[in-house]
């Protein structure tokens, strides 16, 4: 088993946040998954990246103002349908481990944190997600609805003040792109008790950043190239 998380599935073979992008991930190799959530018109969770269908479908528009049936009829990549977050979960349980990223804006998804957790719970995923954003005024919400939701926050950069928080909302992870890794950031991490998760992982120098620090999760879009740089460095 491949120890990374291939990022909206197979995103150079296959259309991103699709089923058949997740199973192909599954196909080869991948233990983990990272899926992006927003919120339809009516209140259900699925799986887009952009606030928008404009740049994945054949639509134009943002996902807030289709209801869920609307974005069903809609094509992804010009063949796949919108999955939900419960197909999603729904797929992965009992052979991935999940990164549910909310694609929170603001306010602009009103009820994402509580529908996202009441499909989580529905399909007995909570052993096997955890919930991050960029949006860490979200996350803070959806440690208010569930004290045993495993967390995590996506940070642009490295930010000492940072740690202050994630302890707040006894968060078990911290996401940061590759660069930003030093010793220093690495040992706060793990004195702090935070899984680090970096991204992307995508060519080579990248992968010789994470060699140096093995108790990483990567996220890669470019999974052949990471699956070949995995096994050449014996990690398999």
């Not at 997740?22 to 992006?36: K, M, N, Q, T, V």
């Not at 809609?74 to 939900?84: A, D, F, N, S």
């Not at 919930?131 to 939701?149: A, G, Q, T």
């Not at 992307?200 to 950043?209: E, G, H, N, T």
Request: glycine letters at 6%; charged letters at 25%.
């Amino acid at each position: 088993m491949i120890t990374a998380l291939a990022h909206r599935g197979y995103p150079g073979k296959y259309p991103e946040n699709t089923l058949t992008a997740y199973r192909a991930a599954y196909e080869l190799g991948f233990s983990h998954i990272e899926i992006d959530v927003q919120l339809s018109k009516d209140g259900v969770p699925i799986l887009m990246h952009d606030i928008t269908v404009n740049r994945m479908t054949n639509a134009k528009g943002f996902v807030k103002d289709f209801t869920f049936e609307e974005l069903r009829k809609l094509k992804v990549g010009g063949t796949e349908t919108i999955p939900t977050l419960k197909e999603a979960l729904q797929f992965a349980k009992g052979k991935m481990k999940v990164a549910v990223e909310l694609k929170q804006h603001g306010y602009l998804y009103p009820g994402l944190e509580e529908k996202a957790l009441q499909v989580i719970e529905e399909t007995g995923m909570m052993d096997s997600i955890y919930v991050n954003s960029f949006d860490h005024y979200s996350i803070r919400r959806m440690r208010e609805l569930s004290d045993e939701i495993e967390l995590g926050v996506i940070q642009h950069g490295a930010t000492p003040g940072l740690f202050t928080f994630l302890k707040e909302i006894k968060a078990s992870s911290l996401a940061v792109r590759i660069e930003y890794l030093t010793d220093e950031f690495v040992e706060e991490c793990e004195a702090a008790g935070l899984q680090i998760v970096v991204w992307p992982v995508d060519k080579q120098w990248q992968f010789d950043i994470f060699r140096r620090y093995p108790n990483i999760l990567c996220t890669t879009n470019k999974l052949e190239d990471f699956k070949r740089m995995y096994e050449e460095a014996s990690f398999l």
